[in-house]
């Protein structure tokens, strides 16, 4: 018995930060968003060594609209994926060693349908006319992130990287 109890817990012990889950922080749970590329924001893990971040429709996590891997703990949702006026849910599941561990508490935002538009440069007010306008930038996210293959072609980059596998 004493033999079992002590293996228990240190199986227990040995799992439990490996089993942490991300804890969400932005956008707050069931807040609205001005814009259409809103800033998300978890808490890092110090094991994982990526993040797998996915956007639904449902509450139900059954209606994917988008999803992303992620190194770092935020990121900027693409251009494209999300309309005005439309509630979606979102959870951050950390991968460590290839192997996706749980994923976080599910929270949702709101799309404002008074969302201000993307500002574009004037026409010739910048030798860099033309050229698609910085994001802001947000703590913590790794600008070379990319979205997962079966993501629309609207989160893809331009620019190919090569991702951890």
Not at 33 to 61: M, N, Q, R
Not at 87 to 93: I, L, M, Q
Request: net charge positive.
């Amino acid at each position: 018995m004493l033999r079992e109890t002590c293996l228990s817990l240190l199986i227990s012990a040995a799992a439990g930060p490996a089993c942490a889950q991300p804890e969400l922080s932005l956008p707050p749970d069931r807040s609205s968003v001005s814009t259409a590329k809103p800033a998300l924001a978890w808490s890092e893990l110090p094991d994982a060594h990526v993040y797998v971040v996915s956007i639904f429709s449902d509450s139900l996590g059954k209606k994917r609209v988008a999803k992303f891997t992620i190194r770092g703990n935020s990121c900027l949702v693409g251009e494209g994926l999300l309309e005005k006026g439309v509630r979606y849910w979102w959870n951050v599941a950390p991968s460590r060693g290839g192997i996706l561990g749980e994923p976080s508490a599910m929270w949702s935002f709101t799309v404002s349908r008074g969302t201000r538009p993307e500002k574009r440069p004037a026409e010739g007010a910048a030798k860099d006319a033309g050229k698609r306008p910085a994001e802001p930038p947000v703590p913590g996210a790794d600008p070379e992130a990319l979205p997962e293959p079966d993501a629309p072609a609207a989160a893809r980059p331009a620019q190919r990287n090569s991702r951890p596998r």
